[in-house]
């Protein structure tokens, strides 16, 4: 049985240029490891983060952006996520 250890997490403010808008509606598109939210979650955007290359080339394989999120089923409860994981969502 995996332990959950819980940690404060930092909430990082701001808009990325390219990055998905603040505010824009969200919904999920590729799970990861530990992922809760199911692929087609909704939410928004809080904030988003361009992740600099030389954290890219180590620590995020390949991802642009960083984001907080707020899914719809967790009102209040900013979470961050990687880009690859969302898109904007259509409706």
């Given at each position: ?56 080339a ?14 719809d ?18 409706d």
């Amino acid at each position: 049985m995996k332990r959950r250890i819980d940690v404060p997490i930092m909430l990082f403010r701001g808009e990325a240029p390219g990055a998905i808008p603040n505010g824009r509606r969200i919904e999920k598109s590729k799970m990861g490891e530990g992922d809760y939210h199911p692929i087609g979650a909704k939410g928004k955007v809080l904030a988003s983060k361009l992740i600099p290359p030389e954290v890219e080339a180590t620590v995020a394989q390949g991802e642009t952006f960083a984001y907080f999120v707020e899914w719809d089923t967790h009102p209040g409860v900013p979470v961050a996520i990687m880009g690859s994981r969302i898109r904007e969502a259509s409706d």
